[in-house]
């Protein structure tokens, strides 16, 4: 994995479950400010949680002058924050669409006015290609779904801040690289998931509800090869100005299969069953990575099952 050595990096949603995963690989070498609102703290309980180089700052992404304020000195930007997690999504349209535009141009403008040098690293999503993305790269077009369904105001949001974030490197010439994250799961995850919550109830046995038929298909990918591909976005020269898939293309399966692999690598006694969804949701979503590896040398290594097996260590273990 790259390293860094010697920066200040200014992390938003830090205390977020790939933000407090990723703050963990670079405390060792570098200062890390996390920049959080403590909506959903998977912080609180990492063994680093108390670490000299850590400097937690609560604060809203909202508050551009707290921004601003926060991210002084810094010299590498990884910016987490939003709103996630589709029943939040429904449920806070509003904040949606306001953390992640609003939220997004307040970072974005911080970094430009303390003219940040060595990287802005922006987290998109996957959700841009809409409801059915079947190896969608890069360049594909992106979609915005129907204007009135509360589900695509996510995906607008982070679209929005994709171009907000490349419109700085060609006006400012900030040094921005955006990544889109496919299905991240593993250790530590906080909040909505499916992984995390199939798992957890496999591990007590309970039922495994799955919405809708189940014939939904995603590509999961582990969050330490999400790590990596973050790592590579602040270190590779390559990276600047440009956006990248990061993902495993071959961690490829439906709902319904993913809950009968969970209940089997656990050796769970969990019955699966069926509710209706109510809302829009993504029948397609695969991504490809021919990009993040052919500049970035990016590939995901740990398959799903392994990646089940240590999700499922990780929950048999952790704090209640």
Same mark, same amino acid.
């Given at each position: 994995?790259?390293?860094?050595?010697?920066?200040?990096?200014?992390?938003?949603?830090?205390?977020?479950?790939?933000?407090?995963?990723?703050?963990?690989?670079?405390?060792?070498?570098?200062?890390?400010?996390?920049?959080?609102?403590?909506?959903?703290?998977?912080?609180?309980?990492?063994?680093?949680?108390?670490?000299?180089?850590?400097?937690?700052?609560?604060?809203?992404?909202?508050?551009?002058?707290?921004?601003?304020?926060?991210?002084?000195?810094?010299?590498?930007?990884?910016?987490?924050?939003?709103?996630?997690?589709?029943?939040?999504?429904?449920?806070?349209?509003?904040?949606?669409?306001?953390?992640?535009?609003?939220?997004?141009?307040?970072?974005?403008?911080?970094?430009?006015?303390?003219?940040?040098?060595?990287?802005?690293?922006?987290?998109?999503?996957?959700?841009?290609?809409?409801?059915?993305?079947?190896?969608?790269?890069?360049?594909?077009?992106?979609?915005?779904?129907?204007?009135?369904?509360?589900? @695509?105001? +996510?995906?607008?949001?982070?679209?929005?801040?994709? #171009? *907000? &974030? !490349?419109? =700085?490197?060609?006006?400012? $010439?900030?040094?921005?690289?955006?990544?889109?994250?496919?299905?991240?799961?593993?250790?530590?995850?906080?909040?909505?998931?499916?992984?995390?919550?199939?798992?957890?109830?496999?591990?007590?046995?309970?039922?495994?509800?799955?919405?809708?038929?189940?014939?939904?298909?995603?590509? @999961?990918? +582990?969050?330490?090869?999400?790590?990596?591909?973050? #790592? *590579? &976005? !602040?270190? =590779?020269?390559?990276?600047? $100005?440009?956006?990248?898939?990061?993902?495993?293309?071959?961690?490829?399966?439906?709902?319904?299969?993913?809950?009968?692999?969970?209940?089997?690598?656990?050796?769970?006694?969990?019955?699966?069953?069926?509710?209706?969804?109510?809302?829009?949701?993504?029948?397609?979503?695969?991504?490809?990575?021919?990009?993040?590896?052919?500049?970035?040398?990016?590939?995901?290594?740990?398959?799903?099952?392994?990646?089940?097996?240590?999700?499922?260590?990780?929950?048999?273990?952790?704090?209640?």
């Amino acid at each position: 994995m790259p390293v860094l050595t010697g920066q200040k990096i200014f992390l938003t949603g830090g205390a977020g479950f790939i933000g407090s995963t990723l703050a963990g690989t670079l405390l060792d070498d570098n200062e890390v400010v996390v920049f959080d609102n403590l909506t959903r703290n998977a912080l609180t309980h990492q063994p680093f949680a108390h670490h000299p180089n850590l400097t937690l700052v609560q604060g809203d992404v909202c508050d551009a002058a707290a921004v601003h304020e926060a991210m002084t000195g810094a010299t590498h930007v990884v910016h987490c924050a939003a709103i996630a997690g589709i029943d939040t999504v429904i449920k806070r349209p509003v904040d949606t669409m306001r953390v992640n535009v609003l939220g997004s141009a307040n970072v974005l403008q911080a970094a430009a006015d303390h003219g940040v040098s060595g990287r802005v690293v922006c987290f998109s999503t996957s959700e841009v290609f809409g409801q059915h993305g079947f190896r969608s790269a890069e360049t594909d077009n992106t979609v915005t779904g129907a204007v009135g369904e509360a589900r @695509w105001t +996510y995906a607008v949001g982070k679209l929005a801040e994709e #171009h *907000l &974030a !490349l419109a =700085h490197h060609q006006q400012d $010439g900030l040094p921005v690289v955006v990544v889109r994250p496919f299905n991240v799961y593993g250790p530590g995850q906080v909040g909505e998931g499916a992984i995390r919550t199939f798992v957890q109830r496999a591990l007590r046995g309970e039922p495994i509800e799955i919405h809708g038929d189940g014939t939904q298909i995603r590509a @999961w990918c +582990y969050v330490d090869d999400m790590i990596r591909g973050v #790592h *590579l &976005a !602040l270190t =590779h020269p390559a990276a600047v $100005g440009e956006s990248f898939n990061i993902g495993n293309q071959r961690a490829v399966v439906t709902i319904y299969g993913l809950a009968n692999t969970i209940v089997r690598v656990l050796g769970s006694s969990s019955e699966i069953t069926f509710a209706r969804k109510g809302y829009a949701d993504i029948e397609l979503r695969v991504p490809a990575v021919g990009k993040a590896r052919d500049m970035l040398g990016f590939e995901a290594e740990i398959d799903l099952e392994e990646g089940i097996r240590r999700t499922g260590e990780f929950y048999r273990t952790a704090a209640p």
